[in-house]
């Protein structure tokens, strides 16, 4: 029995042994040689392009008159409609009961505006007389939507003159809540429009349904900044409440109750957009002269580039021959300057890289970035650098499908800033707990000015492969 023990304890071991040097194995049973190989080798070149025209595809609107040395000039309208409530209170309540009505736009508490947040401004609000067209662009003139004589609200606003609030989100897919602190400049509104749109319900329930049936009661409104100048604010959401009282009854006595109710919001559902006109600093527009990349929002410049990829296919293909090979990783490293300006203006958080061909059926489209076509990436204030390190599958797909031959499509991108809308939510402890963010939307950078100029002469494109010779 222990001859047989030891016996089996033998083949363990040399199992082990074997396990522990896979590699080694293979080499000597096939007579072959692995190598991993990386090559950062290639050039990318490219060029500004002014894109002064931005389809909106996001609720965020930006709001303000700001004027920065080595910038420009930058103004700032909204437009939009509504997202109606599809359950409007009306137990005990008289229309006379409505006490007011506010408008409420709501800033992200930190990176909510640019520029000096004590400049003193005033906004108009008024009310379209038609809706708004669909898609609609930055460069949208709202003359023929609204009358001088519907101004619903005139007031006074600064980014720090609203106050403070923590507002809640529930998922019904993950069961989790989320929290998001915003400030939130409240602007009185006529009470006569929260009694009209109260009686529009009562009388019609089903002009509540819809956004298009709702625009035949209230098509939007039209926010512009009437005077001043200093800031830009990016609204993160916009909503109109309504505050009124109504009878209850408390343990058998009937007592007056204060309420309030959100009749309206601005939603992904419904047509908004900026309105922005943007003089470019001379200076920008020297260095765009004279060849330099600058990406500029909103509505600014963005950056046409030619990337090498039929270089990177037939040098991979020289090397590789007729061998075994496998593709690990294809990077693009774009190293960042940051132009001195005042108020600081800062890089876009987020960058899009999309072949030209499908730029405005991404933007249409509202897609998402598919590592194919198009790959976005995250701006990194201590390398000061955007990298896009997605491109396998791009790299791939070309070597695949296309006999490994580029069409002038596969080389010529654009990158252009955007906002990304990331949801996250906290995993339960049966996923292991932490938290998961996910992408759920790419639009066309309008919530705050920025700049950055990229360093093309300095980019890295680096590949990665695993080659075996076989003898």
């Known amino acids: 029995m ?36 990386e090559d950062s080798s290639f050039v990318i070149t490219g ?8 389809q909106m595809r996001t609720t965020s609107k930006m709001l303000g008159s700001l004027h920065a040395d080595g910038y420009g000039s930058l103004s ?3 437009v939009t409609m509504w997202m109606p409530s599809m359950h409007i209170d009306t137990t005990g309540i008289k229309p006379e009961w409505i006490d007011s009505c ?14 000096d947040p004590l400049a003193p401004m005033r906004l108009n609000v008024y009310r379209l007389n038609k ?10 003139d709202p003359a023929d939507y609204f009358d001088e004589e519907d101004l619903l609200a005139s007031d006074s606003y600064s980014p720090t003159s609203g106050w403070v609030k923590t507002q809640q989100s529930y998922s019904y897919q993950t069961g989790t809540l989320t929290e998001d602190t915003l400030r939130v400049i409240s602007v009185p509104m006529p009470v006569e429009l929260g009694r009209e749109l109260f009686n529009a319900y009562r009388e019609d329930p089903g002009k509540f349904a819809s956004p298009k049936a709702f625009a035949d009661v209230f098509p939007g409104i039209y926010i512009s900044n009437s005077y001043g100048s200093g800031h830009v604010m990016n609204i993160k959401s916009t909503e109109i409440n309504v505050y009124y009282h109504k009878h209850v009854v408390l343990d058998t006595a009937e007592v007056d109750s ?19 006109r943007f003089d470019i600093d001379d200076e920008i527009t020297s260095m765009v002269n004279s060849g330099e990349a600058m990406i500029v929002a909103p509505a600014g410049y963005e950056v046409e580039v030619r990337f090498p990829i039929q270089d990177i296919i037939d040098k991979y293909q020289a090397n590789v021959g007729n061998n075994q090979a496998l593709i690990n990783t294809l990077t693009l490293e774009l190293p960042v300057s940051v132009p001195a300006t005042e108020y600081n203006i800062e890089p876009p ?40 390190s997605g491109l396998r599958n791009y790299v791939l797909n070309i070597i695949n499908n296309q006999g490994g031959i580029a069409s002038e499509d596969d080389i010529n991108f654009t990158i252009t800033p955007v906002d990304v809308t990331n949801y996250t939510y906290t995993q339960s402890y049966y996923y292991g707990g932490g938290t998961t963010s996910t992408v759920t939307k790419i639009s066309p950078m309008v919530s705050r000015p920025a700049i950055v100029r990229l360093l093309l002469d300095k980019a890295k494109i680096k590949m990665t492969y695993s080659k075996q010779i076989v003898d």
């Open 2 to 37: 222990k001859q047989f023990f030891n016996v089996i304890l033998a083949v363990a071991v040399l199992l082990g042994l074997y396990a522990c040097t896979d590699e080694t194995i293979g080499v000597s049973i096939t007579d072959s040689v692995s190598s991993i190989i």
């Open 47 to 54: 060029h500004s392009v002014r894109n002064d025209r931005v």
């Open 76 to 78: 700032a309208e909204a």
């Open 102 to 115: 506010r408008l409420m736009l709501n800033l992200p508490y930190r990176n909510g505006y640019t520029g």
């Open 131 to 140: 809706p708004l067209p669909s898609p609609i662009y930055s460069d949208f």
């Open 258 to 276: 204060a309420k309030t109710q959100t009749y309206l919001a601005s939603t992904p559902e419904v047509v908004s957009n900026n309105i922005i």
């Open 349 to 388: 958080t987020y960058l899009l890289m999309v072949k030209t061909s499908k730029k405005d059926q991404f933007i249409n489209g509202d897609s998402l970035a598919n590592n194919k076509d198009s790959f976005y990436a995250i701006y990194s204030s201590t390398d000061h650098s955007y990298t896009f």
